[in-house]
């Protein structure tokens, strides 16, 4: 018998990183399903992680995305404003991580 599930961590991580993730964290036993997404402000492709947790594994599990999911940085291009052809200027952005929500469970079933 397996240890009940008590605590469910919504992750979001960025598609690139998604596989490498997945893989770390099966490997230290955590289950997960994965959930194509989309989504902040550059609209990209993102994945959304659901991790099932029995009480008191949240450490390991936080440890893995940590060290997984890198910050990059992406180039925004906007037009400069008062230019009369519009100009493209990249804007540095720092993207990716992990967005990590924590929420408890209070009823678990396998059917």
Do not use: W
Request: proline share 7%.
């Amino acid at each position: 018998m397996t240890d009940a599930i008590r605590h469910l961590l919504l992750a979001i991580v960025q598609d690139q990183d998604t596989d490498a993730a997945v893989r770390a964290l099966n490997d230290i036993g955590a289950r997960v399903t994965v959930l194509a997404s989309t989504g902040g402000f550059l609209g990209q492709r993102n994945a959304t992680l659901l991790i099932g947790l029995s009480e008191n594994k949240e450490g390991p599990v936080l440890e893995v995305l940590h060290r997984v999911c890198r910050q990059r940085v992406e180039y925004l291009t906007l037009p400069m404003e008062g230019t009369p052809l519009p100009l493209p200027t990249p804007i540095p952005v720092t993207v990716g991580g992990a967005s990590v929500f924590a929420l408890p469970v209070e009823r678990y079933e396998e059917l």
